[in-house]
């Protein structure tokens, strides 16, 4: 039996499929920028670079600021991916601790967790639950014409002035 069986494949294809209306039902990408955002956040403060035999640290003084800043936006990502109904609030409080990480984190984590929690947390509060498209009930084998002329609507090619 190899890799390729016909089982594997549908069982692939419906995974992502369940995968796909699960994230069409929520904000995910939004969750995922918060949650990226927040680990160079996070990361940086500790991080030492080695050059050579040169180890420059990069650490702060509120260090231990960044981290709790870092993992709340992590937790904010989190939150947004299940419970969609604090959206609003994940994406103000994302938007307010990108804010806050310019100071005391390295600049928000040399930029790039700053920018990735701020446009994060702005696509959180833009983000709205997306309507069912209405099945249409009409019969599929009628022609679909929009002149106002067809037989069919009673105009027979007459137009009304009123």
Do not use: C
Request: without cysteine; positive net charge; proline residues 6%.
């Amino acid at each position: 039996m190899s890799a390729e069986t016909p089982a594997a494949t549908g069982q692939f294809t419906r995974r992502r499929q369940q995968f796909r209306d699960w994230r069409g039902t929520r904000p995910f990408w939004a969750g995922l920028l918060v949650l990226l955002g927040g680990f160079p956040i996070m990361y940086f403060p500790y991080a030492n670079l080695k050059l050579g035999n040169l180890t420059v640290a990069m650490s702060t003084t509120a260090g231990a600021g960044s981290l709790i800043i870092g993992v709340l936006l992590v937790v904010l990502g989190i939150s947004l991916w299940f419970q969609k109904h604090v959206r609003t609030f994940a994406g103000v409080a994302a938007i307010l601790l990108a804010l806050v990480s310019i100071p005391v984190s390295n600049f928000g984590g040399f930029v790039i967790g700053f920018l990735l929690s701020l446009i994060g947390g702005a696509m959180a509060v833009s983000w709205a639950p997306g309507q069912p498209q209405p099945v249409s009930e009409t019969a599929s084998d009628e022609p679909n014409d929009l002149s106002g002329t067809s037989p069919a609507n009673g105009a027979n090619g007459r137009h009304s002035a009123g």
